[in-house]
T-cell receptor, first 115, second 113 residues
Framework: SAVISQKPSRDICQRGTSLTIQCQVD?????MFWYRQQPGQSLTLIAT?????????ESGFVIDKFPISRPNLTFSTLTVSNMSPEDSSIYLC????????????FGPGTRLLVL | EDQVTQSPEALRLQEGESSSLNCSYT??????LFWYRQDPGKGPEFLFT???AGEEKEKERLKATLTKKESFLHITAPKPEDSATYLC??????????????FGKGTKLSVIP
């Protein structure tokens, strides 16, 4: 599997501000995804980051709140916009490296606390 | 709607005391069932993928099995370093692009020396 890094690893932000999280993979991958892991809850898929086109969002998540970019096959960003305390969570990116493989590998996560 | 339920929520074992974690699922058209291990402050680490009922996979002290309704993660003679949260996820649907994983809430395992 590819090595995945995320920046920042953690942050504390004020209500109403925005934070951009970066996900870097050390080799080209087929698919990249963004998940949210709220305290005591299961991982929930936010969106699929599509290379060169708009992300595909899951029910309950919208582009205005979680804009996503994927300019190439190794990099993606997730922005959490106009944050509220309810956005406090761990945000994880994942990748599927090989076409035809279903296994997703996860990055280390970004721990966000909104005050 | 795909659903995954893991039990128990938490499990404390003495070192060497074998046990099993359960993952019950409801999906339309299972493509794969995945087990991950997650340590505090880290992302999920991939353990196994199971594709069809009757399949089994092993890795060190862990063995995963699959039936049509549930999966078990058997831990034999656990050690303190096996302490972690174990996550189960299912992938359903057909055709290209059906990559979405539906996760359970996990079982937090603590192995006491």
């Amino acid at each position: 599997s590819a090595v995945i890094s995320q920046k920042p690893s953690r942050d504390i932000c004020q209500r109403g501000t925005s934070l951009t999280i970066q996900c870097q993979v050390d080799s080209q991958v087929t698919m990249m995804f963004w998940y949210r892991q709220q305290p005591g809850q299961s991982l929930t898929l936010i969106a699929t980051a599509n290379q060169g086109s708009e992300a595909t969002y899951e029910s309950g998540f919208v582009i205005d709140k979680f804009p996503i970019s994927r300019p190439n096959l190794t990099f993606s960003t997730l922005t959490v916009s106009n944050m509220s305390p309810e956005d406090s969570s761990i945000y994880l990116c994942s990748e599927v490296g090989l076409a035809g493989s279903e296994t997703q590998y996860f990055g280390p996560g970004t721990r966000l606390l909104v005050l | 709607e795909d659903q995954v339920t893991q039990s128990p929520e938490a499990l404390r074992l003495q070192e060497g005391e074998s046990s099993s974690l359960n993952c019950s699922y409801t999906v339309s058209g299972l493509r794969g069932l995945f087990w991950y291990r997650q340590d505090p402050g880290k992302g999920p680490e991939f353990l196994f993928t199971l594709y069809s009922a009757g399949e089994e996979k092993e890795k060190e002290r862990l063995k995963a099995t699959l039936t049509k309704k549930e999966s078990f993660l058997h831990i034999t003679a656990p050690k303190p370093e096996d302490s972690a949260t174990y996550l189960c996820a299912v992938q359903a649907g057909s055709g290209a692009g059906s990559y979405q994983l539906t996760f359970g809430k996990g079982t937090k395992l603590s192995v006491i020396p």
